[in-house]
């Protein structure tokens, strides 16, 4: 018997219900690919979290391998918890079972002892952070597979500062989770020591909310521009929830809905997609902003941590930012007012990620504001926030792929704050006289043009792997000598991370002397190496496609 069909007979053997011995006979039936793969081998908990397909299996996500984590993120919490009441944020966004799967954590952190708040509905992932620091939880846990197709679900947890695990927790939780290996080592009902399982809500709401509003910047500027039309559409997610109230409390009038996908629905039936990168997931709110004359369109992803917005350009067409061109554009405001303000200073500083824009530090050395470059992934952002707690103030922090975050309330990116600034932002320079296409092209003018692209080269199976693993390799022993015609002047090779101060990845960049980058990063978890290219110059939208030619 081959290993998977030993792995899926035991679910027909084991202690496992009905229904899903059931399902796991008609899979077997009906579908032998889709029935292999669902057995071949163990959902990997890697140092994110679960992601994967919904089903029954060993590698899906159903109550059995959310309870497998649980029970092994519990063992960890209890053997590193010095108090007597350890305590766990639970959230969930609108997808199909992360409202079961958010219960069965509940339950099974619950009868380990672990004092629980879970919240009463869909809320997003950032104001699980924030509500982590509220409540004085050792962890959090967020049941979401982000942007990820309708099959997709997912289980990122997050520790006591609200930041997603980073090393060497993320390691040690791995290592704890692997050691349960069969559903029967997991409590699934609570025991004589339960922990308190309380509903959390409209409480948190309200402190996250005030605490948010507490960070505008231009009040004036939001009052005179109150009839600024804002399209906003969380695309079937949880960011209707407190998108629109932000919004209103900030002062604004015309917020309009796209009804359609103001539905919570883990089928996201209005869309492709429901990723606000992509054009063709605000295609509806784009109609609808041509129908009323808006603005702006704003869109959040189902967990309402990421945002995309479209403006108006100079012939009144709506065109989408990319995430560079949004987090460029809330940077230099943040900074224009922290300056007229008189807020800035010594230890104020912003954070951005290795393959964000190099137009964020062009912006930040303008202002005298250092910024500190981290590894891909917003929880590196949220490191350097808790690392300088005692000696600094983090102003605001983004990353390419659309993440922002203001103030230090959160420690992951947020789109309710970052919708919130836009708007405040577009009021602001409306006083101006600007759009927001027009703010865009000045911060060009004052700081120069750039542009960004990013390729993602495939290659699948051990070959593809070794291919790639060729790739990095003849980069590092034969690194470009040009790029675009200007010379290469600076290689950082972050496997090296005595020399670059961040932890070991595999990731190369090149610098030219004409202020031109490329990223180049193999894929930890597709098969994949991904191509980050910045260009600078007038000339910049041309240099981008010489590189993609020169290095894919």
């Known amino acids: 018997m081959k290993d998977y069909e030993s792995r899926a007979q035991s679910w027909l053997e084991g202690d496992f219900d009905q229904e899903t011995r059931i399902q796991v006979m008609q899979l077997r039936n009906s579908d032998p690919a889709a029935f292999e793969d669902a057995f071949y081998k163990n959902l990997e908990f890697g140092t994110g979290g679960l992601r994967g397909i919904m089903g029954v299996g060993t590698n899906r996500m159903n109550k059995y391998t959310v309870g497998m984590a649980t029970q092994g993120l519990a063992n960890y919490i209890l053997s590193h918890y010095d108090g007597d009441d350890p305590r766990v944020v639970i959230s969930y966004d609108s997808r199909n079972h992360s409202k079961e799967f958010a219960r069965i954590t509940a339950d099974v952190l619950s009868a380990n002892g672990i004092h629980v708040f879970i919240f009463d509905n869909i809320r997003p992932t950032p104001e699980m952070s924030y509500a982590v620091r509220l409540k004085g939880a050792v ?50 009902k609570a025991g004589d020591k339960c922990g308190e399982v309380e509903a959390i809500g409209a409480d948190v709401d309200a402190c996250y909310l005030r605490d948010l509003l507490s960070l505008c910047l231009s009040p004036e500027a939001c009052e005179k521009h109150s009839d600024l039309k804002i399209v906003y559409t969380p695309l079937h997610g949880c960011g209707v929830r407190l998108v629109p109230e932000i919004l209103k409390r900030k002062g604004f009038k015309n917020i309009i809905h796209v009804p359609e996908q103001d539905v919570s629905d883990g089928n996201f039936p209005t869309v492709i997609s429901p990723n606000p990168e992509e054009h063709s997931a605000l295609e509806m709110a784009l109609a609808k902003a041509d129908e009323t004359g808006a603005d702006i369109v704003m ?9 995309g917005i479209a403006v108006r350009d100079n012939d009144g067409r709506m065109v989408l930012f990319n995430g560079n061109q949004t987090a460029s554009i809330l940077t230099y405001y943040i900074l224009r007012r922290w300056k007229e303000l008189g807020k800035l200073g010594e230890g104020k500083y912003v954070v951005k990620t290795i393959v964000t824009t190099e137009l964020i530090a062009d912006i930040c050395k303008g202002f005298g504001v250092p910024v500190y470059n981290v590894l891909t992934g917003f929880k590196y952002i949220a490191e350097v926030v808790k690392r300088h707690e005692a000696d600094g103030e983090f102003i605001c922090g983004g990353e390419e792929s659309y993440g922002f975050n203001v103030g230090q309330f959160v420690r992951d990116k947020d789109a309710q704050v970052s919708c919130m600034m836009i708007a ?129």
Request: aromatic share 10%; glycine share 8%.
């Open 299 to 307: 869109a959040t992803d189902p967990d309402a941590d990421r945002m």
């Open 424 to 552: 405040e932002c577009a009021a602001w320079a409306a006083e101006q006289g600007l759009t927001l296409y027009q703010l865009m092209d000045r911060i060009y003018a004052e700081f120069g043009y750039r542009k960004e692209g990013l390729v993602s080269v495939v290659r699948k199976g051990i070959s593809g792997a070794q291919e790639i693993q060729k790739m990095m390799a003849d980069f590092r022993a034969d690194p470009p000598a040009e790029m675009c015609g200007s010379k290469v002047v600076k290689v950082i090779d972050y496997l090296e991370p005595e020399k670059t101060g961040q932890p070991s990845s595999n990731v190369l960049q090149f610098f030219s002397e004409a202020g031109d980058v490329v990223s180049v990063r193999p894929s930890g978890t597709e098969p994949k190496i991904k191509f980050y290219f910045g260009a600078k110059g007038d000339d910049a939208d041309a240099k981008i496609e010489a590189l993609k030619k020169q290095f894919c």
């Open 139 to 188: 962890a959090g846990v967020m049941i979401t597979a982000s942007h990820n197709p309708k099959e997709y679900n997912g289980y990122k947890v997050s520790w006591s500062d609200g930041g997603q695990v980073t090393s060497p927790v993320d390691k040690e939780i791995v290592a704890e989770v692997a050691k349960v290996s069969d559903p029967s080592m997991v409590k699934f």
